[in-house]
């Protein structure tokens, strides 16, 4: 196949940010997903940069101009310098980023026009468009608002629905209006360039197919649009219109969607020019190069459709492969001011570390389009028990052990049989890390981590030390070594963090090919402690009087619901939940107990972890009901043989009656921690005398400690069918 030739260049793009407002949390969701790939691919040695560019022309811009009194010139140069800051905040490592509004941009916009000119692809033809008035002008799609013709969304631009993601001409619109006067505008007839994508719905549809890196749900997608009939593309817009006039025209201009991804070329020319080489020779149109584009499933139809048919009728490559990522929710909800939950890029570096924010999204992000959460009290728990409490304790422990009893010298690696196993585990982080699996690639790192704290707690060094020192160093080189791989591994998407481990490893620069078991003899830098336990407060953001009453209306409504229970609450006075520790586990395989009627022998996934659990729910559930399942589990309670058979742990069902009904939480995932505000899991481990202390309720399917819900950081528990009842 064409996409997958080999490549002695790689070209990775990400969106182009619009250049009237800030960079927001929502944004860096694809920023940071681009700059994991680019330094991954760094690491493995290939030749790679990453181009981007502001994109800076159509109506908004000259909206938001106009509104602070400047030319569109100033409001775009003053754009720009705050998205590189944020950006370069967040450690996002562009080799270009430029401006849809340059000399190049210009060029290649012209010389794209001319090529699909000259191929009998570009006509003209007479449009109705809108026409203010009041203002004495034609209106621009962004000019004009009114309800989508495709799924009724108020409140929608002329071209583009932001809710379902179709594209409209201004004139579908139902009930328009115009953002400059507020009146309604007529028709008026007007000259346009339009381009012919009907005629290429073959030759998309072909490319789309015949390209296997492609998300299968996204070709899907994009092949009902073509299936539906692909309609051709107004490209001009009249004057007075920000942006690049069309040759020959006095006033009329390219449609900002046409010049936008040209700004791909562009900047990749840019920085060309700077280094001696062409975008077109090296890029472009080279064979030896392949092109990657990280994309919103709200720009789909652009890329996917107006894009290569641009690319594939003037001469330029296609992209080999288009990575399309989904929204980001905040709490569960789409962001909102009103609720607190709207965070620039500054906002949030008030308030906590960037690379936090880059490894939650990392350890949620998966090859596909799935929206994300970022939920503030998760996020803070995982910050603190994965990145903290399990890797950079882990990495301070082996790194001060050693340096305190061995003058920070390693020595030689005896246990094989593990670095082997380790190994292999290193090799599934590199696949998840190659296609696009990021999620996975977090807990395949985390579950390493986990391995080295358990062998490290294991082979007890501060014991064995006492009795063979020659030992304790052979085990202590086998743990600077995986502190040094997971610092590989790290790398991409916890640059400073890993830059300050391989400090203090005294190793510069490592790369893939540095993953390996084979640092003997090596003397140590200085260890330090980099991370600790954090809190993050996001509760600080300002309300105007509205806001807060909506706020306060969603609160009333929430206690008038709880009101009822507050008896309930009051009976079953509950014991400290800080005893507890519960988590997310999925059962992987259930069997009958063989010398019990009323018991199930359940294997299950934690995550970092696999269990077994004997339960008593054999006369409600059949081994087959249960396989796959997202149960809640008793982590940390003393482990106990049951007729035989080893039980780590216990799952929590509330019953009425006769009837048993499983606690489960069914989107989170293996090894999520449930939690309630204001209280840490416990790591030590409880008999289950402790856990009869804790009164957790069932209350109309919900699941209640003190009359506060429990939930992992996507979601609340529940116990469905449930009216009320003791959890146990």
């Known amino acids: 196949m064409e996409a997958d030739r080999p490549a002695k260049r790689i070209l990775v793009t990400s969106a182009l940010p619009y250049a009237n407002g800030p960079i927001h949390i929502g944004h860096l969701v694809e920023y940071i997903q681009t700059d994991i790939h680019v330094r991954f691919l760094r690491l493995l040695g290939k030749d790679v940069i990453y181009c981007c560019a502001d994109d800076t022309h159509g109506t908004p811009i000259s909206i938001k101009a106009e509104q602070l009194g400047i030319r569109p010139e100033e409001l775009i140069a003053q754009t720009q310098k705050e998205h590189l800051e944020d950006f370069s905040s967040f450690h996002i ?17 012209n ?145 900002v969607w046409l010049d936008a991804p040209i700004g791909y070329i562009s900047s990749t020319q840019h920085w060309c020019r700077q280094h001696g080489l062409d975008a077109e020779e090296h890029y472009w149109k080279s064979r030896d190069s392949r092109i990657i584009h990280f994309i919103g499933k709200d720009i789909m139809y652009f890329h996917f459709l107006f894009w290569p048919a641009m690319l594939m009728e003037s001469g330029f490559n296609l992209p080999d492969n288009l990575v399309v990522h989904g929204f980001l929710t905040v709490n569960g909800e789409k ?7 709207f965070l620039t890029a500054k906002d949030f570096l008030r308030r906590a570390d960037p690379e936090f924010l880059r490894y939650y999204y990392a350890g949620n992000l998966s090859h596909s389009i799935n929206d994300i959460d970022l939920n503030f009290q998760d996020l803070q728990e995982r910050i603190n028990t994965e990145l903290v409490a399990n890797v950079a304790n882990f990495f301070y422990r082996v790194l001060s052990f050693t340096h305190q009893n061995f003058q920070g010298t390693t020595g030689k690696v005896k246990d094989t049989k593990t670095a082997t196993a380790w190994s292999a585990l290193f090799g599934q982080v590199k696949e998840a890390f190659q296609s696009f699996e990021y999620r996975e690639a977090v807990k395949r790192i985390m579950h390493l981590s ?16 006492k009795e063979d020192r020659e030992e304790t160093l052979s085990v202590l080189t086998l743990c600077v070594n995986l502190v040094k791989d997971l610092t590989i591994s790290l790398k991409p998407i916890l640059p400073v963090f890993t830059a300050a481990i391989e400090k203090q490893l005294n190793l510069k620069e490592l790369t893939w090919k540095d993953l390996d078991f084979r640092l003997e003899g090596h003397r140590l830098g200085t260890p330090k402690i980099i991370l600790r336990p954090t809190e993050i407060i996001f509760d600080d953001i300002k309300e105007d009087k509205k806001d807060k009453q909506d706020k306060k209306d969603r609160q009333d409504k929430k206690h008038s619901q709880d009101k009822k229970h507050k008896q309930d609450k009051t009976d079953d006075a509950s014991g400290d939940f800080g005893l507890l520790n519960l988590k997310v586990a999925e059962v992987l395989e259930a ?46 309670l003393k482990e106990a043989t049951l007729r035989g058979k080893k039980s780590q742990g216990m799952l929590l069902a509330g019953q009425e009656g006769e009837k048993l009904v499983l606690v489960e939480a069914p989107k989170s995932r293996p090894g999520d921690q449930v939690t309630v505000p204001g209280i840490t899991p416990n790591q030590e481990e409880i008999t289950i005398d402790d856990f009869s202390t804790v009164k957790i309720l069932a209350l109309d399917g919900r699941v209640l400690w003190d009359g506060k819900e429990l939930r992992t950081g996507t979601e609340p528990l529940r116990c469905q069918g449930i009216a009320r009842s003791r959890i146990g």
């Open 93 to 109: 490592s562009f080799d270009s980023y430029y401006s849809t509004n340059s000399a190049e941009n210009q060029e290649y916009a």
């Open 111 to 255: 010389k794209i026009f001319g090529e699909l000119k000259q191929k009998g692809l570009i006509y003209q033809k007479e449009v109705e468009n809108f026409y203010d008035e009041k203002e004495h002008r034609f209106l621009p799609d962004r000019y004009v608002k009114g309800e989508c013709p495709k799924c009724g969304a108020k409140d929608q631009y002329g071209d583009v629905c932001e809710a379902c993601g179709s594209t409209h001409k201004p004139t579908d619109l139902i009930n328009p209006y115009s953002v400059l006067s507020k009146t309604k505008p007529i028709r008026k007839k007007s000259m346009h360039y339009f381009f012919r994508l009907s005629a290429l719905s073959e030759k998309l549809d072909h490319w789309l197919r015949g390209n296997s890196k492609l998300q299968p749900e996204i070709v899907n997608y994009v092949g009902n649009w073509i299936k539906e009939g692909l309609q051709d593309w107004d490209i001009s817009r009249d004057g007075p219109y920000f942006g690049f006039r069309i040759p020959g025209e006095d006033d009329k201009y390219f449609y």
């Open 335 to 341: 962001m909102s001011k009103s609720r607190g939950t």
């Open 450 to 465: 986990t391995l080295g704290n358990r062998y490290f707690q294991e082979k007890e060094p501060w014991k064995l030390i």
């Open 591 to 636: 069997k009958e107990h063989p010398d019990a009627d009323r018991l199930l022998v359940l294997q299950i996934d934690l995550g970092e972890e696999q269990r077994q659990l004997v339960a008593g729910i054999r006369k409600h559930y059949r081994p087959e009901e249960l396989v796959g399942r997202h149960i809640v589990i008793v982590a940390n």
